[in-house]
């Protein structure tokens, strides 16, 4: 059974500070996936990491980072959290060889006030 | 670039009745369709999906039909009940990656 695990399920920050999320999936998948959810705006997604080290902007990588040393670890940064960032964040991972099923981590909900 | 459009945004049924929802997309080279339920408080989880060689699929009460031609497709639940209750979202895959695009979400209500 996959599994997906985020850091935290709540997280509240200040307008400038370092906010780290980390996402762990186990069943050695190759994609990873950081997704931004939003009411009325669905899943979008700020980066992709489809290997150890490589990433691809997604649809609203602005104000983001995100780090893949180790296969089983995606974190995504935001450098000066702002109040705009106030959202519920979501990891996702992958096998790849053919578009397929994402498996989806519990969700963030990230508040920066 | 890539679009996927849902509707409804909301939609209210008796349980029993039967629950529609449609997605178009803009990429004639998409070729995966994934359907999500997302309870509230939980994470998506994979419904159902259909690849662009097949016209239909069915897995008990959900069923999935596609439309190349028209580039939609439609998620259909039949004898609705509470637990139905959930945002369902569909996607689309981008051609030559392992990347999906997905549409805004559907808000179904079930009520006993």
């Known amino acids: 059974d996959v599994k997906v695990t985020q850091s935290s399920r709540y997280l509240v920050k200040r307008t400038g500070e370092k906010v780290f999320l980390e996402c762990v999936q186990d069943?050695?998948?190759?994609?990873m996936f950081w997704y931004r959810q939003d009411p009325g705006l669905g899943l979008r997604l700020i980066y992709f990491?489809?290997?150890?080290?490589?990433?691809e902007k997604g649809d609203i990588p602005e104000g983001y980072s995100v780090s893949r040393e180790k296969k089983e670890r995606f974190s995504l940064i935001l450098e000066s959290a702002s109040t705009n960032q106030t959202s519920m964040y979501l990891c996702?991972?992958?096998?790849?060889?053919?578009?397929?099923?994402?498996?989806f981590g519990p969700g963030t909900r990230l508040t920066v006030t | 670039g890539e679009n996927v459009e849902q509707h409804p945004s909301t939609l209210s049924v008796q349980e029993g009745d039967s629950a529609v929802i449609k997605c178009t997309y803009s990429?004639?080279?998409?070729?995966?369709f994934p359907w999500y339920k997302q309870e509230l408080g939980k994470r998506p989880q994979l419904i159902i999906d259909?690849?662009?060689?097949?016209g239909e699929k069915k897995d008990q009460r959900i069923a999935v039909t596609l439309n190349k031609t028209a580039k939609h497709f439609s998620l259909h639940i039949t004898e609705t009940q509470p637990e139905d209750s959930a945002v369902y979202f569909c996607?689309?895959?981008?051609?030559?990656?392992?990347?999906?695009?997905f549409g805004t979400g559907t808000r179904l209500q079930v009520f006993p």
């Open positions: 990491s489809y290997d150890v080290k490589m990433k």
């Open positions: 990429d004639s080279a998409s070729n995966y």
């Open positions: 996702a991972s992958s096998t790849t060889g053919t578009t397929d099923e994402q498996y």
């Open positions: 996607a689309a895959s981008i051609w030559g990656t392992d990347k999906l695009i």
């Open positions: 069943m050695d998948h190759e994609n």
């Open positions: 259909i690849r662009s060689n097949v």
